[in-house]
């Protein structure tokens, strides 16, 4: 039994994802621009939805994962997901977020970013969070350095992405690193 709360932002509310939304979630991660900056696979394939959305759930269980939908508030839209990929042992996590393509350029990204950060420290008990980046998408580094991550570095030619090798960028936050934005 998973037991995730529900977080609140000014504009969200973030919550478990179910096996209802997993056509939304073909719909919007199926997006080419979406799948071009992430690890996606582009077409989006019928049943990965369900099967990713069960192996959230799986990872909640087993502690080494947090995962939300992004939803606005009021309204209750899906329009994105965050996650994290915990490891207990240096409790640390990595970061993954996307937004759907209608919704860019609002904040709902920082928005859902640094929420899920604070859940992390202060739920969770991590020291660290990173998340990486293509450094072809400075918007990413951009949710990034808004709240609150350090640019680590750079490693080249670290992700094939669709038969390309391409540089990725590290960010990252410490617990004790600082004010929290
Ligand atoms: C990256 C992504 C999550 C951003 O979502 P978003 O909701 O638009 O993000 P926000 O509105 O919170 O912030 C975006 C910031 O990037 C900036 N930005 C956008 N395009 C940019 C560009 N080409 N270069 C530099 N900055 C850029 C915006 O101006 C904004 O910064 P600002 O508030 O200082 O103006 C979204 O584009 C997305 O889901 N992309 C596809 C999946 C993906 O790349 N996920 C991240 C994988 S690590």
Redesign the pocket.
Known sequence: MENQPILATDRLLLRSFALADAFTVQQLAGDY??A???LLPHPYPDGLAELWIASLREGIERGDTAAFAITLAGEGRLI?GVRLRIDCGHRRAEL??????S?????????A?RAMIEYGFSALGLHRVY????SR???????ME?CGMVHEGRFREHIRKWGVFEDADIWGILREGGAFP
């Not at 993954?96 to 393509?101: E, I, K, S, Y």
């Not at 919704?103 to 928005?111: D, F, L, N, V």
């Not at 998340?131 to 293509?134: D, G, N």
């Not at 998408?137 to 949710?143: D, E, Q, T, Y």
């Open positions: 621009a979406v071009a900056t992430t994105g993954g977020f996307w937004v759907a393509r919704c860019w350029g609002r904040g709902y990204a920082t928005e970013v998340a990486m980046h293509f998408n400075p918007a990413s580094g951009r949710v808004k």
